[in-house]
């Protein structure tokens, strides 16, 4: 934990204060984590991003190592690109000079959030070690060393399964002050500012989709979906009867499970309100789903390809079905979303950009050989992504 001393330099040499996530904003131009917003809407209705085409505005060089074919996805606050793999990368969003690399490693995306302690915003990465937050701006060079550059972290326990419970294959995720992420085979609540943990469920296993305080996850035993209540870690529990809860999805109507065994429409009293178990709907392993304006997009597999579909929240109605083979459920990235566009990574192939209204491809994008592209995220007129040891920003020519 970080001492007293720590927190006051950190905060009497920090800049300004990044804005609070709350679970219901999506009105930043920002993505400050996995799926943009506590919600994972994946959906930044004030960005642009590439809409004809794109092409290259920067690329930085990432170390992958090992994840390569598996990158998180960028995350971008304050004006500030963060991407990791190897190492942890910092970018002005804008020029691309690189504001600075740390020995960080970790195999899922990090969160940014406003820590009450902080003039500067608290970067939570999720790793084999534990979770650790950083300085959001790299911390302090003094005398050629980074200093205050970690402000606390929580070590996985000796016997902890991190291969359980979610482990480390699920992002953190940052939402009224608070980190949550998976520690000690448990989803935990911590205080952004100081590490202090508020709260710990050992049933959950998913994802935390977050709204109005509430924090929606996969929690066993059985097929059950949990509120969690922010503030206390009180659950209630909801018995679904579709397979597991693979991921979940939470928007201002409802909310958009995924199943084993079907899309759900959720209410937020775990009523059902519609299921959509098309033929070729395999489950689609974490069944990432991005949401906007009523309309949800994922991907279905078929018997020999994959397709990007787009389902009606209202009554789990297919709207379209794109002809566009994306990555198949081992290895599919979440969608995201702006009011014009789509992007996708495909199988083994381009970064794609699909027309939302009627599933046309856009736009398709490949640097030479990429093999393999991150989600993106999308953060006023660029996309950012990761492919091949580059970190990528795209923009429309």
């Known amino acids: 934990m970080l001492g007293a001393s720590?927190?006051?330099?950190?905060?009497?040499?920090?800049?300004?204060?990044?804005?609070?996530?709350?679970?219901?904003?999506?009105?930043?131009?920002?993505?400050?984590?996995?799926?943009?917003?506590?919600?994972?809407?994946?959906?930044?209705?004030?960005?642009?991003?590439?809409?004809?085409?794109?092409?290259?505005?920067?690329?930085?060089?990432?170390?992958?190592?090992?994840?390569?074919?598996?990158?998180p996805s960028p995350v971008v606050a304050g004006g500030v690109v963060y991407a990791i793999g190897q190492e942890l990368l910092a970018v002005d969003a804008d020029s691309g000079d690189v504001r600075f690399r740390r020995p960080y490693a970790a195999g899922v995306a990090p969160a940014v959030e406003r820590a009450r302690a902080y003039r500067t915003p608290t970067v939570a990465i999720h790793n084999a070690g534990g979770v650790t937050a950083l300085h959001g701006h790299g911390g302090h060079e003094v005398g050629g060393r980074s200093v205050a550059a970690t402000r606390w972290t929580a070590p996985h326990g000796r016997d902890d399964d991190l291969f359980d419970r979610g482990g480390t294959g699920v992002p953190p995720v940052a939402a009224d002050g608070t980190v949550l992420a998976y520690a000690?085979?448990?989803?935990?609540?911590?205080?952004?500012?100081?590490?202090?943990?508020?709260w710990r469920e050992a049933t959950a296993f998913t994802r935390p989709a977050v709204r109005d305080g509430v924090a929606y996850v996969g929690v066993g035993p059985g097929y059950a979906l949990g509120a969690i209540d922010l503030e206390t870690g009180s659950v209630e529990r909801?018995?679904?009867?579709?397979?597991?809860?693979?991921?979940?999805?939470?928007?201002?109507?409802?909310?958009?499970?995924?199943?084993?065994?079907?899309?759900?429409?959720?209410?937020?009293?775990?009523?059902?309100?519609?299921?959509?178990?098309?033929?070729?709907?395999?489950?689609?392993?974490?069944t990432r789903v991005a949401v906007a304006d009523g309309t949800a997009y994922t991907g279905i597999d078929t018997a020999d390809s994959s397709s990007l579909v787009a389902i009606d929240t209202a009554d789990g109605s297919l709207e379209w079905e794109s002809s566009l083979s994306v990555e198949h459920a081992d290895s599919f990235r979440p969608p995201a979303v702006t009011d014009d566009v789509v992007y996708v990574p495909t199988n083994g192939g381009?970064?794609?950009?699909?027309?939302?209204?009627?599933?046309?491809?856009?736009w398709q994008f490949q640097d030479g050989e990429t093999r393999s592209w991150s989600a993106v995220a999308l953060a006023n007129d660029a996309l950012y992504a990761v492919s091949d040891d580059f970190l990528y920003a795209l923009e429309e020519p």
């Open 6 to 71: 720590g927190a006051v330099l950190a905060a009497t040499l920090g800049a300004r204060f990044l804005p609070q996530s709350t679970g219901d904003d999506t009105t930043r131009v920002e993505w400050p984590m996995s799926q943009r917003d506590p919600g994972a809407t994946g959906y930044a209705p004030t960005s642009s991003g590439p809409v004809t085409d794109a092409t290259i505005r920067w690329k930085r060089p990432l170390d992958t190592g090992f994840a390569a074919y598996s990158v």
């Open 184 to 198: 000690d085979s448990s989803l935990t609540a911590f205080d952004a500012s100081s590490g202090r943990v508020r």
């Open 238 to 286: 909801f018995e679904l009867a579709d397979g597991f809860v693979r991921a979940v999805t939470a928007t201002e109507t409802g909310l958009v499970v995924g199943t084993d065994d079907a899309l759900l429409g959720v209410a937020f009293d775990g009523s059902v309100d519609w299921r959509f178990d098309d033929d070729a709907y395999r489950g689609w392993g974490d």
């Open 350 to 362: 381009p970064l794609v950009g699909v027309e939302r209204a009627t599933g046309d491809l856009a």
